[in-house]
């Protein structure tokens, strides 16, 4: 079965600082890749998707992700951190004809 | 509506009562999923309808969770004789696309059900 993996449970970054959010996936073939940001209380909001071409592909907010077949990553990004992007951050993978597989989750705390 | 709507907001339920919650899709939405999710983790997939079909219900934990979309856009997710385990924050997503059709999901705030 495939799974998502997000190996930080918490990072703490001060504003203005770069950023960097680990996933890494497990299945056989190319998934359909997301990243979604959850604020308290909120629902979850796509930042980004993946389904091919471009390996880096750009999202809302300043957001960026890589996709890297060979490590079965797909890290997010963003080069200076607002007070604003404190929240939960999801990956999640969609495997074609299945279900949407969320990974645990990574909370961004952000000092000022 | 403009986005997926979700009621109610928070429900306290003594162990053994039954909830129903309630989600509103974005209108024209084919597909619908509902998701669980437990304090600090993801959310998990309980079930999913094409329409008005529930094709896939492999995630709901036990038979006292049931859900419906007899009219192909609001759904209920039935959770009868609740237990503590069943405490959770309850998503609704809607997708414009058949499921597997690379859609994006967009995502109800949730239902937060606490039961005591």
């Known amino acids: 079965a495939q799974s998502v993996t997000q190996p930080d449970i918490h990072i703490t970054v001060s504003e203005g600082a770069s950023l960097e959010l680990r996933c890494n996936y497990s299945?056989?073939?190319?998934?359909?890749l997301f990243w979604y940001v959850q604020s308290p209380g909120q629902g979850l909001q796509l930042l980004l998707k993946?389904?091919?071409?471009?390996?880096l592909v750009q999202g809302i907010k300043g957001f960026e992700a890589e996709f890297k077949r060979s490590q079965s990553s797909f890290n997010l990004r963003k080069p200076s951190v607002h007070w604003s992007d404190a929240a939960e951050y999801f990956c999640?993978?969609?495997?074609?004809?299945?279900?949407?597989?969320f990974g645990p989750g990574t909370r961004l705390s952000v000092l000022p | 509506g403009a986005g997926v709507s979700q009621s109610p907001r928070y429900k306290v339920a003594k162990r053994g009562q039954d909830v129903a919650l309630r989600c509103d899709p974005i209108?024209?939405?084919?597909?619908l999923f509902w998701y669980q999710q437990a304090l600090g983790q993801g959310p998990e997939f309980l079930t999913y309808?094409?329409?008005?079909?529930?094709?896939?219900k492999s995630g709901l934990p036990s038979d006292r969770f049931f859900a419906e979309r007899p009219e192909g856009s609001v759904s209920t997710l039935k959770i009868q004789r609740t237990q503590q385990e069943d405490s959770a924050v309850y998503l609704c997503?809607?997708?414009?696309?058949?499921?597997?059709?690379?859609?994006?999901?967009?995502f109800g705030e949730g239902s937060r059900l606490t039961v005591l």
């Open positions: 999640a993978v969609e495997d074609y004809g299945q279900n949407f597989v």
């Open positions: 993946y389904f091919s071409g471009d390996t």
């Open positions: 309808f094409q329409n008005e079909a529930q094709l896939d």
């Open positions: 997503a809607s997708s414009l696309k058949d499921r597997g059709v690379t859609g994006e999901l967009f």
């Open positions: 209108s024209g939405h084919v597909s």
């Open positions: 299945y056989g073939a190319t998934p359909y």
